[in-house]
């Protein structure tokens, strides 16, 4: 299941900044805080856009606010609360002024870019990921973003299979869980 080709792409920038730039826990463990939050957050634009320059220290301050604002998006849906989701999605597209651009770069095709006028590059990528995350909202898809369920894990993903079943933000969680339920029953 895909939305169209940029807002997955947007819509995982969104999920790789959350997974990397917010506290909590991944796989059963404390996510620290990241030591060098530029090198973090260019990992987080490259989960999605491989080829994506470094980050400055001061953009990599400016995203992780972003992260954090875009986390709420994800609990919100995952508590099933889309009026909540809406309302910080709709506060960001607000603010960051996001307007449709399209645009050709890189040896790309003409494709859509929803930066607001003279934004910042961290600004660029918040517009960006509201305005994927409003087209997942405001579609039959909406609750396909999640957050995991296994046990001592909350990070984010956006759920792409085809019948929208997916639980866990990787295998390694889903295993987790399906080998403390195997070894549960093995005790009982």
Known sequence: MNFNSHTDLVVRVAVGLVNALTPGERHGRA???????????????????????????AEAGELAETAARLRTVFDAVARGDLDAAALQVNSLLEETRARPLLER????????????PGGTMAGDWAASCATGLAMVLGSEFCERLGVCTAPHCDRVYVDVSRNGTRRFCSTACQNRVKTAAFRARGKA
């Open 105 to 116: 770069h890189d040896g790309e095709p003409w494709h859509l870019h929803f930066h607001g």
């Open 31 to 57: 996510v620290p805080p990241p030591g060098d939050l530029a090198a973090v957050a260019t990992d987080g634009l490259r989960a999605a856009y491989p080829g994506h320059r470094e980050v400055t220290e």
